[in-house]
């Protein structure tokens, strides 16, 4: 009796399944990408976002080259508005965090203006004699030089007179409401009005 043989069987091919996406991350702040957002979408909220108080659908339609009725559907599917006040309020917390840092900075700056100044007042004073200066200079100088030290420091609650041409007054200002830069600039008149008095007085006494 005759024998058959089977045909091998042809394994069908495997299917090529397509590579899995990286999973988005999870955001964590209100700005970021959120799951449920394309990246189309997302980059068209970047516009949003970035444009600032101005911002709008219209612009960002124009801006991402898309149309308005389909801004105003992401806008509202992804609640562009909320996040971006977030964004906004996050930026102002950084400006402000900045601004804080360059006040203290300044002030550092200023401490060190002033104290090197009353030192040149102490050197000068030690070194004059009772002719060199008489009592009214001398409680110029030192309220020169105390008004330079608060000034550096911000605590002043007083006013600032600077003696102009002749010794008359030519600018007066509550030192708590100045900026840093007019502080600073406060500072140098004052550094400079001292040392002017300190080199007449020696020249008087000569």
């Known amino acids: 009796m005759a024998t058959t043989t089977k045909a091998p069987v042809k394994k ?42 101005t ?17 105003e559907r992401w806008s509202a599917k992804h609640s562009w508005a909320l996040r971006a006040a977030s964004w906004d309020r996050e930026i102002d917390r ?32 030690v070194t004059m004699t009772e002719k060199d200066l008489d009592a009214n200079s001398m409680t110029r100088l030192m309220d020169v030089a105390s008004k330079l030290e608060r000034l550096a420091l911000g605590e002043s609650t007083e006013n600032v007179q600077v003696s102009g041409p002749g ?6 200002a509550d030192v708590t409401l100045l900026t840093d ?16 008095r300190l080199h007449k007085a020696k020249e008087d006494d000569a």
């Open 12 to 53: 069908a091919p495997a299917k090529k399944t397509a590579p899995r996406k990286a999973p988005i991350p999870e955001p964590i702040n209100p700005w970021d990408r959120q799951l449920n957002e394309t990246g189309v979408a997302y980059q068209a909220f970047q516009t949003y976002r970035d444009i600032g108080l």
């Open 55 to 71: 911002r709008s659908q219209t612009k960002v339609a124009l801006q991402v080259g898309k149309s308005q009725a389909l801004m």
């Open 94 to 125: 950084e400006h402000q965090l900045t601004q804080i840092e360059s006040r203290r900075a300044a002030s550092k700056r200023n401490a060190k203006i002033a104290q090197s100044a009353m030192n040149q007042v102490v050197k000068k004073l």
């Open 167 to 172: 010794g008359g007054p030519v600018q007066t």
């Open 181 to 196: 830069e007019e502080r600073l600039s406060r500072m140098e008149t004052l550094h400079r009005e001292l040392t002017s």
